[in-house]
T-cell receptor, first 115, second 113 residues
């Protein structure tokens, strides 16, 4: 069975600080996808990134960066120079490449960026 | 940019009533999904649907639930006799292929009284 653990339930940072959201996953499959989704206060789920288990290269997109470490089964997400608009719940998620791709979500980390 | 849409955005119903939640997936997508999120909890998979049949479902998706693609554009989730514990946000998602990213709709917030 697949499982995603986000140990940080809530984080508060002051604007312009960097913040890292942790994600640890479990799966029996050797091939899988990892995701991060953002859920702002309005409630929708916004796709941020998908990472294939074969590709351990870290990725940067503007102020966002992701660190995938297969050896520790972690897929951490860093926001650099945080802004108030980054305040949201962030979900890490996993799906296996086989099957019909059901996505298993973590509990989410609520990030509050204080001006 | 194409997006998944869901209606209604909010629905309030009495316990025991039937509700139908509607979704319009992205037009060239073939794989459809429903998830739910009880307030303050994680998003949970309910069901996946491909080629006009259920391909996978979770233990949450019991006989009270059904899904349908009644025409070429809509994808619906029916809850036959709602319970208080069905109160949640329901998300529809679609993907072009089973190995592609699922894109989520804005959700329908269901409140059962």
């Amino acid at each position: 069975a697949q499982k995603v653990t986000q140990a940080q339930t809530e984080i508060s940072v002051v604007e312009k600080e960097d913040v890292t959201l942790d994600c640890v996953y479990e799966t029996r499959d050797t091939t899988y996808y990892l995701f991060w989704y953002k859920q702002p206060p309005s409630g929708e789920l916004v796709f941020l990134i998908r990472r294939n288990s074969f590709d351990e290269q870290n990725e940067i997109s503007g102020r966002y960066s992701w660190n995938f470490q297969k050896s520790t089964s972690s897929f951490n997400f860093t926001i650099t120079a945080s802004q108030v608009v980054d305040s949201a719940v962030y979900f890490c998620a996993l799906s296996e490449l086989g099957g019909y791709q059901k996505v298993t979500f973590g509990i989410g980390t609520k990030l509050q960026v204080i001006p | 940019e194409p997006e998944v849409t869901q209606t209604p955005s909010h629905q309030v119903t009495q316990m025991g009533q039937e509700v139908i939640l509607r979704c319009v997936p992205i037009s060239n997508h073939l794989y459809f999904y429903w998830y739910r999120q009880i307030l303050g909890q994680k998003v949970e998979f309910l069901v996946s649907f491909y080629n006009n049949e259920i391909s996978e479902k979770s233990e949450i998706f019991d006989d009270q639930f059904s899904v349908e693609r009644p025409d070429g554009s809509n994808f619906t989730l029916k809850i036959r006799s709602t319970k208080l514990e069905d109160s949640a946000m329901y998300f529809c998602a679609s993907s072009g292929d089973r190995q592609e990213t699922q894109y989520f709709g804005p959700g329908t917030r269901l409140l059962v009284l």
